[in-house]
């Protein structure tokens, strides 16, 4: 008869076992609008064919930039971080997957002993005697409410947050790269052409001097000439102050230190390119940290599960047997042996409320990982159309500001032909020259920061067009 409860027992607790107390989990529900507002020639409909499918720099065609990038994965403690968060999570997720299996223990011990002659409700017995034991413990806990089974969901779902976190931190330090050495070529750029005109202002100088010498012209414009060359070679040093900072910040995200590292001056800017835009919905789907954001949701809805598991009975078998002798004869023999079998069951019949709260609390962190769902992906959305109106409306500012600079290049030769005429003042040609220096630096300023919106617009997108990123599927 024992036996046959123990079965029935057994039976009712392997039914329960597929029970689940959390809620059915569907990601938070957020609008996804039919298309982009922002859109332009600047920034196709569609991936085409001809993207790139690999790393997402390489649309720069820059092979310092590539090479830059590449020391990240190696070089940044940053990274390391994260891949060492991402690798907890993994063996959290490990421990909690233990729990459905049986536990195995195994022990023994031999020891000599003692009885006091004295201690109480003695009766008989050797004061000295010896204990050999040797035995073997197994214990399972019935999954009858799905508690062990929501905290693997959870891990699991936890560890997949984690490794979007991974690839979230990687696409950042990506894209603080190549902010800041777009910017650094940017400089370069600016420097070349301060350069340029320091070397013309030098000869206007030379030409006003001798024409000064010559009485041709008064010293306020010799005065006019030097200012405006000393002026023009301390925007050069300020520009040269600029590149070295961004040159440290690019040695700190490669792990390098700023005392040994540099990179050398290039003045030509990268072409801008014309970045791939997919729908909208895509972007729920490929940014790490909307991915992130759903996973963490999905965990928080399995732990409400584990919380109101706590409300209910928790059933255990174990199992324990061994053999023991008082030091005679031979120990694993089958008079020696011993062996208990059975469940034990345990409930909690009052603990103030406290395992209620835990469940409220489970159900507030859920909708807490829900609201921040949401507001990632509208903060996502907010991104993409920001550095979409931005890619636009720099593609046509640069061809106004092209404009600006032809007519200013040609109002600085009028100047000068008139000037050596004697038909106009210096003071004219410092005006004349003022302008087009400003009006080039503006258009450098312009193509760089069109530059700096495609790696925005990138980061906003999640990264490059690679057709093998896969959403991050929930757990099951």
């Not at 992130?292 to 409300?311: F, K, S, T």
Request: aromatic share 6%; proline share 6%.
């Amino acid at each position: 008869m024992p036996r046959v409860k123990l079965f029935g027992l057994a039976a009712t607790a392997l039914a329960l076992t597929g029970c689940s107390l959390a809620p059915p989990y569907a990601p938070p529900q957020v609008t996804v609008p039919p298309a982009y507002k922002e859109m332009g020639p600047w920034t196709p409909a569609s991936p085409a064919d001809a993207a790139p499918r690999g790393p997402w720099w390489t649309v720069y065609g820059d092979e310092t930039l590539t090479g830059l990038e590449q020391k990240i994965e190696t070089g940044n403690p940053d990274l390391a971080l994260a891949l060492a968060r991402y690798d907890e999570a993994r063996a959290s997720l490990a421990q909690a997957r233990a729990s459905l299996v049986p536990e195995l223990d195994v022990g023994g011990s031999a020891t000599a002993n003692r009885q006091s002659a004295n201690r109480p409700l003695r009766v008989g017995g050797p004061s000295y005697y010896q204990d050999d034991t040797v035995g073997a413990t197994i214990s399972y806990e019935f999954d009858l409410w799905g508690r062990v089974r929501n905290m693997v969901a959870a891990g699991k779902a936890n560890a997949q947050a984690s490794a979007a976190d991974v690839a979230s931190v990687r696409l950042s330090l990506e894209a603080q790269v190549a902010d800041a050495y777009l910017n650094l070529r940017g400089l370069d750029a600016q420097a070349a052409l301060l350069d340029q005109a320091t070397g013309a202002y030098a000869k206007a100088l030379d030409l006003t001097q001798v024409l000064h010498t010559g009485g041709a012209v008064a010293g306020l414009d010799v005065g006019r000439a030097k200012t405006q060359l000393q002026s023009t070679q301390a925007l050069r040093t300020d520009v040269g102050a600029q590149r070295a900072l961004y040159e440290h910040a690019i040695a700190a995200l490669v792990g390098e230190p700023a005392s040994v590292f540099s990179i050398a001056p290039d003045a030509k800017l990268p072409p801008t390119p014309r970045t791939p835009v997919s729908a909208p919905s895509d972007l729920l789907q490929r940014r790490p940290d909307i991915a992130a954001a759903e996973r963490r949701a999905a965990a928080a809805n399995a732990q409400i599960g584990v919380a109101r598991a706590a409300l209910y009975p928790t059933l255990t078998l174990d199992a324990t047997g061994g053999f023991q002798t008082a030091g005679a004869g031979n120990l694993l023999s089958a008079a020696n042996s011993w062996w208990t079998l059975g469940p034990s069951i345990a409930m909690a019949l009052f603990d103030g409320g406290r395992r209620k709260a835990v469940v409220r609390a489970s159900r507030d962190q859920f909708d807490e990982a829900s609201a921040t769902y949401k507001s990632t992906v509208l903060t996502a959305f907010q991104q993409v159309e920001d550095n979409l109106a931005l890619c636009n409306r720099l593609a046509g500012e640069s061809r106004q500001q092209a404009a600006a600079v032809q007519a200013a290049q040609q109002t600085e030769a009028l100047a000068l032909v008139q000037y050596r005429m004697g038909a106009v003042t210096y003071l004219d040609v410092v005006t004349a020259q003022t302008v087009d220096l400003d009006a080039q630096r503006t258009e450098l300023s312009i193509e760089t920061r069109r530059l700096l919106a495609s790696v925005d617009l990138v980061r906003a997108l999640g990264g490059g067009w690679n057709p093998t990123i896969a959403p991050v599927a929930p757990a099951s």
